[in-house]
């Protein structure tokens, strides 16, 4: 990884092969661990090179992370090249990552579980104990959608203040102990 320090490699290193395990190419993560560290937008070209992958490669990843909404191209003043940044709001960044993730995954999952309920009512080879579990399932993903649709509202300065509140939210809230 041409002129990355050592901390900075291991980094991107790092977020390519935890990536990976949530399902996302190495690479296309690497790319974002690049953006995320560089302090001005860069081009394909320098990606290609910092990397040392296929330009190809790289542009296949800005696509991907350009649908994830957590990547911009950019044009510079002189410069007739596309550049591209991350945002650097690491929870804005999140936000999006949740975004993508509840559309891609949750969304669709939630219409799978109403047409089996709905299909579940009307079979009777479908027992009453798989109704109830698909049942349990879809109230579960139905309330936590609900939910993150409000959260994602919330300004960043509270979701922050709550997520520091840790266990004392519970307090606050009397439940528990």
Known sequence: ??????????????WGEMSARWGINRTVAQVHALLFLAPEPLNAEAIQQKLGVARSNVSTSLRELQGWGIVKLIHLPGDRRDHFETKK???????????????????????????????ASKDEATS?????????????????SKWYTQFRTWPIS????????????LKLLKIGD
């Open 158 to 169: 509270a979701v922050t203040k709550l997520a520091r509140l840790g266990d004392r939210a």
């Open 89 to 119: 709001d690491v929870w804005e960044l999140f936000r999006c990552v949740l975004d993508e993730r509840k559309k891609r995954e949750v969304d669709p999952t939630l219409a799978v579980l109403r047409e089996c309920l709905e299909e």
């Open 128 to 144: 009453q104990y798989s109704e109830d579990r698909l049942r349990d399932l879809h109230d579960f993903f139905d309330t936590t």
């Open 1 to 14: 990884m041409n002129d990355l320090s050592p901390v900075e490699q291991k980094f991107v290193l790092h």
